[in-house]
DNA sequence: TTGTAAGCGTTATCAC
DNA sequence: GTGATAACGCTTACAA
């Protein structure tokens, strides 16, 4: 019977080859490469763990085996829904291939972070997948450079490391594009914090686009913001008390998208008759805003993949040469975007 | 210099010892005991250890500690905003404790519960924070009653566990008597998934609070829900076109609430003057929703550190007997509650 | 097919 | 104050 015995004090290899009358040697084997043990020692042995219940210590067999089987995901910020889905991801290929995934959220902590790198350098995991846009303190640069550690959706310019990226600049520059494309010639940009690389490159996207449909850059129109909802109504707030006010707004993610719609709607304007809004993500905020937000989807699930094979591989076929994968995003069409209405 | 060094092959103690001309139980006093060993040595052992970039072996540690000094937080859906800042309390206590902490999300997936029992019971990590209301696949009951194992959030009647909850069947009640007191007299019930003890124990409270009001107790006003946001939009909408609707709406979480929310402005109903609608839970969706929601707020962080701080002392003092800690709720009253229309 | 023994990296114990 | 040694639980040459 299943789980008979699992309880009580817990029994090593030691145990259960001396109630067989084997040698722990037989019963490792037993376990782990049953084609190399006699049937009917194999019967017995598998008998008495069960009745034992007996399970093999993991910090023996990874001291032995000189390896954890493990990545450690590390996020600044776990509330951030972004980020699940992209764990899921990773979880995924990283279980077919047995190995284990940890998740540490570092609030952006030096301490934190340390902690965390102390876990990577004592071995307690073999590979690291970084959604922090830095190395965690205490981590030093060759370190991280030539073992199996991965840069994903932020890069870092300054680090030879591999990467799992989509192209910022290039899908914030589509998104005004399409603003543009429907006649918007007014159009705004509420910024990212400015100390993330990926806020730096949105910005960077809508300035280009702008340029590129010969539209002039006007400082007024980039509103900085810090990705939150509250941040992206204040600024929305000054943005449609300019003089002359924009007509639509690319938003550096989606919960600033909504704190925009919000500022729109609570001054009477109606989104997206009145004012377009875009935003950038497609979390689940996109679905449930009103109406539904357009906005640029990132392949999050896909990244987190892509990120824990590349680990895994270089794990098993040794560092290699850093690679760099950008994946695909995609223009969401919902609601929130229009021709500007004709001019009164 | 810090830092330097810090790359290239790994050391193990040995090599500093050697480097040294010392024992390897000199390294290690000299790094972990610096009181127990010579100034001199000591300064000569970290001044070797730092050059070499010699990080300790946490695996080797740990079989010798017979301790990995980490927890593991169980959870079903890591994208559940609620859950994040439970786990930050956790986190928390966990590391002024010297603790680590582990994330798993099993999406209710039995073959990756079991992967995680098998974590637990290979002891690489000590202790269990369950926020899934049920043993993980592969963890007897036995097992789990005499370790290191709490339930969180959602309680499991049937398991002799210690436990840190809420009063889920008072504070629903708490809702829907703010709501009769208001002057409602229809008042509807969203449920969440019947599966989860936690929608259970709401229902419940929303039964008794009517039965305390005196007000009888309809079926046609319990709808059937999951939690998700599209679900509430559409129960809500057919409560809505119910011969005698509701007046005000009770809602099992704050997603399907936005969703209850949503439907009523959908045909044209204000919210809260021809709807009112409560949630539970407090996310961050309470205040991005429009307008913002009033809900019953649970204490997410202390939640999560009372847990892990109850795993430590059983981990440090013995099992001991299992402990049950009600924590209180609250009441956050926003904008989506008011008193209902007079009749028509 | 099975057993013996060494070793993974650390730390506690016991001498010195 | 320091060193030798054993031990934590497991796996794998190598030998039988």
Redesign the interface.
């Known amino acids: 019977m299943a ?1 008979a015995g ?2 009580g004090p ?1 029994h090593t290899m030691a145990d259960v080859a001396r109630r067989a009358g084997v040698s722990t040697a037989t019963v490792s084997r037993a376990l782990t490469r049953p084609d190399q043990v006699s049937p009917k020692t194999r019967e017995l042995v598998h008998e008495i763990a069960e009745e034992l ?1 007996f ?9 032995r085996a000189q390896a ?1 089987n493990s990545l450690l995901i590390l996020v600044q ?3 951030n ?1 972004f980020y ?2 992209l ?2 991801g990773a ?1 995924y290929v990283a ?1 077919e291939r047995q190995f ?1 995934v ?4 570092t ?1 952006g902590l030096e301490d ?1 972070e340390r ?1 965390y790198a ?2 990577y ?4 995991v073999d590979g690291l997948i970084l959604l922090t846009g830095h190395l965690p303190a205490g981590l ?1 640069r ?2 991280a450079e ?1 073992g199996p550690v991965v840069l994903v959706s932020e890069d870092n310019p300054e680090l030879a490391l591999c990467a799992v990226l989509v192209d910022n600049v290039g899908w914030a520059a589509q998104a005004v594009a399409h603003l543009h494309a429907l006649g918007h010639r007014r159009i705004a940009h509420l910024c990212g914090p400015m100390a993330r690389i990926i806020s730096r490159e949105r910005r960077e996207g809508y300035r280009r686009a702008l340029s590129q449909a010969g539209l002039p850059a006007d400082p007024a129109l980039e509103a900085p913001g810090d990705f939150s ?2 941040t992206g109504r204040r600024a929305t707030r000054a943005l449609l008390a300019l003089p002359d006010p924009p007509t639509a707004i690319f938003c550096a993610n989606d ?1 600033s998208a ?1 704190g925009a719609i ?1 500022a729109a ?1 609570q001054v009477g304007l109606d989104v997206p008759r009145d004012l377009s809004v875009i935003g950038f993500d497609d979390t ?2 996109a ?2 805003s ?1 109406p539904p937000l357009t906005t640029i989807r990132q392949p999050r699930q896909q990244m987190g993949a892509v990120a824990a094979e590349m680990v895994i591989d270089m794990l098993e076929n040794g560092p290699g040469q850093c690679a760099r994968r950008i994946l695909d995003c995609e223009l969401v069409e919902r609601s929130t975007v229009a021709a500007p209405a004709a001019k009164s």
């Open positions: 789980g699992a309880s817990r219940g399970r093999p210590n993991l910090i023996g067999r990874q001291l954890a910020d776990l509330e829904p699940a889905e764990i899921k979880e279980r284990s940890v998740v540490g959220g609030d934190v902690l102390e876990q350098l004592g071995r307690r030093s060759k370190m030539q909802f509250e919960e909504l919000r709607q689940m905020l679905e449930i009103d």
